[in-house]
């Protein structure tokens, strides 16, 4: 680098060293994400690293800190008794478990197809324009606006098998010739837990189908129509890869809040072997049955399995997350 | 009243240089525009004189003073946005007012400034209104008025009438004009991609091509005396015609130069004869394009209307002493 | 009108009763049942038969269910204030200043929302305990703050993303420090994204259950959704559908007053944050 060779006058500057702006920016950045990041910290990261770290010992509720290391025992281990035979034990070999995993993945599965079908269909309703789309714009979102603790109990009492009315409709139609206890019944538990969960999150689903639905140009349509496409390959063709980003965002986010299901299951079919689902073995063994370490393996399972699932969605979908390429 | 010096200052973000080594002055109280295609680092020039983005290396002094690293607010600069920039939530009193607030100025002579700079620029009806309710005219009386009220040492403007519309864009010309003459000691840096605002605004212009200095001069001397085929190219409208092969081989040189204006029609003593393929009449002046074999039809400026049909043969004679050559690298041939 | 378009639009038509029908009844049915007592509770009705409101009376007469309502609203109202005011500075930041690493912090803090709760909470369990904050509104306040957080810095990001650099500048030459940026030019222009990041954060934290269930020992410092999950009657097996409905709709109506007023705000912030349901 060449500097001037004419000597250059030089005030001293008022305080010795100045900072840029872009430095003076970059410390209140710092300032600016500390609270939060400690915040976060303390909520997410350090709990998360605790509850690993108790999977890999044997602390009880009632002695958070005297738990000792006791390695891979909570997922699997293997005691081999005189006679030869190989006994295995922990999470990875317990039925319990097992069942609550297939539980997730099915209900998980099952109800965000159903949500993302109904909630296409319904966006595609509110696309159109027809007398009284305000009103069923705000009708959606009362079931999304409703607590889940809520329409658990609404639905479980609508479900119920002596006086629900989902029965007495049933029976008036002639559709069952007898009372279901829907919640309680094992073979039917799932299905009303998934219904529930479809009527609460379709909006969800239809508001940000409608989103990416109304950011499609309508010259597309107008030149399909010219052109005589047919509309069913029009949504099929056109709308529905030009959705798909959003649609992909949408699905990631139910499916995430899937897994993880909690509030409706213990509320509306408390106890049912035919719903429980990992959250839910998780807590009842690190709460109520007194093997929090047990618990804690199992929660630790959880998050690998939505890690492992995240880390492939985004990877083989390519969703764009951040929503950073489109800017 | 600030006296502003660049010794090879450049900016770079990442591997990308910008701004490749600029030497300048800009001398107390003097208007001076940067001008350059989009891309050329005017823009990126005039943030590394605001303090908005700081240099990669080099130096820039205010009045002696080395500022390299001062954040604008502390350098006595103003500057007026190409979108305004106005607060939205805030009256044009509060816009205006805002700097002098940070400032902790004390209220009476907020007030008077404020006041003062609204007379100026006859907005004082308008304090009361949110800049929703002006219109873009207004709106950038209000921002030069928010920069007069921080009283700089240095105006700065970033194409402060792209956004306006053609006729708006003359008047608020002459009003900047007029700023500048009413604040005869300010020193002015505007930024143009327009060379007609250039030409009429100007003490001196730079014209800037890729992160470089191309030619800084007064409009007369980059009319005159263009030291680049780039500059004379930037500089006068319509632009200049060049010539290239063997018109430029006969006069010894690689290409050569010749304004719409220097060219007069010549039935006797023609240099270059060709057919008219367009003419555009303007009612003051008439332009007509003339093949006459080069790579571009020739553009010759006739004043008044002038009626030539299509496809008519003419002679062209550029002026003695207004031709310029240039050599293959685009400079001009001694 | 041909044959075929008149059974299209019966189609349609058709097609918008049942959404309608769908969507409202559960709620119509909820505030029906709410107001029926006795023996009128069992016999199933799909019009209003009475208005009795002995239920709400009830509900928040005695009992410790309006404890548990103002618990609710002061966890969530703390919540959303504290997830606000660390997310605002943060937004900023994140939107605002280039710096190294900036895109991958922010790729984290989406990934904190996505976090399934569970497998935090043996971790939040041993902290709530150690601070002894156990069975205090507190408790959930702090753990509240691992979804309202990560999802009002994520979306008020995309908004002050959105603000024109120009006026950032401007105010900047006038002299405005980054703290000064943000409360006296970004907030202002901020506050309706502000309103809907404030209030999807305030529905979250009203209707958060697990943490609540887990963190709650006695009935007075549970929040609504516990009190209900675990409202019972005189014995185990007779359910007080009555009073349940009746609590039910007392939590749920100021819910979905807010969200249709909202309307609009609402539904583009959760499509800029791509938010949980």
Not at chain 1, 253 to 278: E, I
Not at chain 2, 312 to 322: I, T
Not at chain 3, 178 to 206: C, D, E, M, Q, S
Request: aromatic residues 12%.
């Amino acid at each position: 680098m060449t500097h001037p060779t004419t000597a250059v006058p030089v005030a001293a500057p008022k305080n010795g060293r100045e900072t840029s702006l872009e430095q003076q920016r970059l410390r209140a950045a710092f300032w600016f994400l500390a609270p939060m990041l400690l915040m976060l910290f303390c909520v997410a990261a350090w709990p998360l690293m605790r509850s690993i770290w108790f999977s890999f010992t044997d602390t009880s509720l009632t002695d958070l800190h005297g738990g000792k290391w006791v390695g891979f025992d909570n997922y699997l281990s293997y005691r081999q008794l005189s006679s030869g035979r190989v006994i295995w034990r922990g999470t990875l070999v317990d039925p319990a478990w097992w069942n609550a995993v297939w539980n997730t993945v099915k209900f998980a599965v099952v109800s965000v197809s159903l949500e993302t079908m109904f909630g296409l269909v319904v966006a595609l309703v509110l696309n159109a324009r027809f007398a009284g789309r305000g009103l069923v714009r705000a009708a959606i979102l009362i079931p999304w606006a409703i607590p889940t603790i809520v329409s658990a109990k609404m639905w479980g009492w609508m479900l119920n098998d002596q006086f629900g009315i989902i029965n007495d409709i049933l029976l008036n139609l002639g559709l069952i010739s007898e009372k279901i206890a829907w919640a309680a019944n094992l073979d039917t538990a799932m299905a009303a837990v998934i219904l529930v969960d479809v009527w609460k999150t379709t909006p969800f689903m239809a508001l940000l189908c409608l989103a990416g639905l109304q950011m499609v140009p309508g010259d597309i349509y107008e030149a399909a129509r010219i052109d005589g496409i047919h509309p069913v390959k029009v949504f099929f063709r056109v709308t529905l890869p030009l959705i798909r980003p959003a649609l992909m965002v949408a699905v990631i986010f139910r499916m995430l809040d899937a897994l993880r299901m909690f509030d409706l299951v213990y509320v509306l079919t408390p106890n049912s072997a035919a719903t429980k689902t990992m959250s839910i073995i998780s807590r009842e063994n690190l709460i109520e049955f007194d093997k929090f370490a047990y618990g804690s393996a199992q929660s630790s399972l959880l998050f690998a399995i939505i890690a492992i699932f995240v880390a492939l969605y985004i990877w083989l979908g390519k969703v764009d997350l951040g929503g950073e390429k489109s800017k | 009243m600030a006296h502003i010096q660049l010794h090879d200052v450049r900016k770079s973000y990442g591997a990308v240089d910008v701004i490749k080594g600029i030497d300048l002055e800009i001398q107390k109280g003097e208007f001076m525009v940067f001008v350059g295609p989009s891309g050329c680092g005017k823009s990126t020039l005039l943030r590394l004189i605001s303090g908005l983005s700081s240099i990669t290396s080099g130096d820039m002094l205010f009045d002696g003073e080395r500022v390299n690293n001062r954040v604008p607010s502390d350098r006595g600069i103003a500057m007026v946005f190409q979108s305004y920039a106005l607060y939205p939530h805030m009256n044009v009193y509060d816009n205006m007012a805002f700097g002098m607030k940070l400032a902790k100025a004390g209220k009476e002579e907020t007030r008077a400034r404020v006041e003062k700079a609204a007379e100026m620029l006859q907005i004082g009806h308008l304090l009361d209104r949110l800049p929703k309710q002006l219109s873009g005219g207004q709106r950038q009386r209000v921002a030069i008025g928010r920069a007069i009220v921080r009283d700089p040492r240095v105006f700065l403007f970033d194409e402060p009438l792209s956004n306006l519309d053609a006729a708006l864009r003359v008047a608020t010309r002459l009003e900047i004009a007029k700023l500048h003459h009413d604040m005869n000691n300010v020193t002015m840096v505007y930024v143009t991609h327009d060379q007609v605002e250039a030409m009429t605004l100007a003490d001196r212009i730079c014209v800037l091509r890729d992160g470089k200095v191309e030619q800084v001069g007064t409009p007369a001397e980059l009319y005159e005396r263009p030291n680049s085929t780039f500059v004379a190219g930037f500089i006068g409208s319509p632009t200049m015609n060049f010539l290239e092969g063997r018109f430029a081989d006969s006069y010894r040189c690689n290409t050569l130069g010749v304004r719409p204006e220097h060219l007069d029609l010549s039935e006797t003593d023609p240099v270059w004869t060709g057919e008219v393929v367009h003419a555009e009449d303007l009612g003051s002046d008439s332009f007509l394009f003339v093949d006459v074999g080069a790579k571009q039809p020739l553009v010759v400026r006739q004043g008044g209307h002038q009626v030539i049909p299509y496809g008519q043969r003419v002679g062209v004679r550029p002026r003695e002493g207004h031709l310029y050559r240039f050599d293959a690298q685009g400079l001009p041939c001694n | 009108m041909n044959p075929m378009t008149y059974f299209k639009k019966t189609a349609f038509y058709a097609l918008v009763l049942v959404i309608l029908v769908f969507s409202v009844f559960p709620f119509y049915y909820a505030i029906l049942t709410s107001f029926k007592t006795g023996t009128a509770l069992f016999e199933v009705s799909y019009f209003p038969s009475s208005f009795d409101f002995s239920n709400y009376v009830a509900v928040l007469g005695k009992g410790t269910f309006p404890r548990n309502l103002l618990n609710s609203v002061f966890i969530a109202s703390t919540t959303v204030a504290l997830a606000l005011f660390l997310a605002v500075t943060a937004a900023y930041a994140l939107a605002r200043v280039d710096f190294r690493g900036r895109g991958l912090l922010l790729v984290s803090i989406l990934a904190v929302s996505m976090f399934p709760q569970i497998a935090v909470l043996a971790g939040l369990f041993e902290l709530v305990r150690f601070i002894g904050i156990y069975n205090t509104p507190w408790a959930m306040i702090l753990s509240y703050t691992i979804f309202t957080l990560p999802f009002t810095v994520w979306v008020l990001t995309t908004f002050m993303r959105d603000l024109p650099t120009e006026i950032e500048e401007a105010a900047i030459v006038d002299g405005a420090t980054p703290w000064v940026i943000i409360t006296r030019v970004f907030l202002p222009l901020l506050w309706p994204a502000l309103v809907t990041t404030g209030l999807l954060a305030f529905i979250g934290a009203w209707n958060e259950f697990l943490f609540a269930l887990t963190f709650t020992s006695s009935e007075t410092t549970r929040t609504v959704p516990v009190a209900i999950a675990l409202l019972s009657g005189a014995s185990s097996h007779e359910t007080p559908w009555g009073a349940l409905m009746a609590a039910s709709v007392i939590v749920t109506v100021p819910l979905i007053v807010l969200v249709l007023i909202f309307q609009r705000k609402i539904v583009a912030g959760l499509t800029a944050g791509g938010v949980k349901g």
